[in-house]
């Protein structure tokens, strides 16, 4: 399957509100950034941020310095679209993880529910290795996946469970966790879908 072909026909033929994913306002990664004290100066990525509300609220909140990597260069597209000249505020990166190459270290990196479509090895650990070089010492990832209850598909495409054991051991030896939790999204078509999140350091 081509990948990024599949990503360009969702985000050209469904509005924000049709997928599942869509949250009008991201409060659990705003927790997180408020319980890790991430500072307004900080380097983020929002990793698979297609054209979610995260990087808006970020910018409310007056950060400075956000990248919003996604595959679908049309996510991205209706993202900039959205916040008219605010869109310059911020680093825009079409890319596959897989395939990014960082050109500086982040001090939060932002992943929900992009890891979980990685099920082969070889991409599994190209994006781990790909996250422990581009992350600062002492620096966060906070990652969000579909739990051991939650879906098998999205999208059409089969997707990787974590528990929070699963994910735990998933990032070691490389990252250390220092909180996890299961949480329940609520889809704009009323299902109810269970995520594991896991915060890491490095």
Known sequence: MDKRKHWENIYQTKNLTEVSWYQPVPQTSLDLMKQYKIPLEA??????????FFVDELLKLGYSNISVLDISKEAIS???????KDAEKVNWIVSDVTDFKPVFQYDFWHDRAAFHFLTEEKDIQKYLQ??????????????GTFSET???????????????????ERF?????????????HKTPFETIQNFTFGVFTI
């Open 78 to 84: 209706k993202a900039q679209k959205r916040l008219g």
């Open 172 to 184: 070691k030896p490389s990252f250390q966790l220092i909180n996890s939790f299961l949480i329940d």
């Open 150 to 168: 939650g879906p098998t598909k999205c999208s059409g495409i089969e997707i990787k469970q974590y528990s929070e054991k699963s994910l735990e």
């Open 43 to 52: 380097k983020i990525i929002d990793v698979g941020g297609g054209d979610s």
């Open 130 to 143: 790909i996250a422990s070089e581009a992350i600062v010492k002492n620096g966060i990832l906070a990652i």
